[in-house]
């Protein structure tokens, strides 16, 4: 079985990314799959549409050859920071919920509100 912090792992093992969060999103012909959000090291490598896509084409190479087309992501979506909470936990049920067109729930543990900001406008972009 095949879970989203393996896939985590195999696009962390990029060398431009610095940290990720995967999560599964609905589908209707697959039940679920998952969508990848990534910080960059270096962000100049994503100051064109043609960057992201280049950057977004390697991850996804990183992790078919860790674990196979079938572990691929919908997408990876690039922003500068994750949405966490206090203590440095990612807030991945709320990034789900977001990229389903859920409400968050509870964010009263949210260091930085901005960072599901970023997850909203990547979604969009």
Do not use: Y
């Amino acid at each position: 079985r095949l879970g989203t912090r393996e896939i985590e792992e195999a696009v962390s093992m990029h060398p431009n990314i610095a940290e990720c969060a995967v999560v599964g999103v609905a589908d209707s012909l697959k039940g679920q799959l998952p969508l990848a959000f990534a910080v960059a090291k270096d962000v100049s490598k994503l100051s064109s549409a043609e960057g992201k896509k280049r950057l977004e084409k390697e991850v996804m190479a990183t992790v078919d050859k860790h674990l196979g087309a079938i572990a691929r992501p919908k997408a990876v979506h690039f922003v500068t920071l994750l949405p966490k909470t206090r203590s440095g936990k990612t807030l991945r049920r709320s990034i789900q919920a977001i990229a389903e067109g859920r409400d968050p729930g509870d964010l009263t543990t949210i260091e930085d509100p901005n960072a599901l900001e970023q997850i909203k406008q990547a979604l969009h972009a």
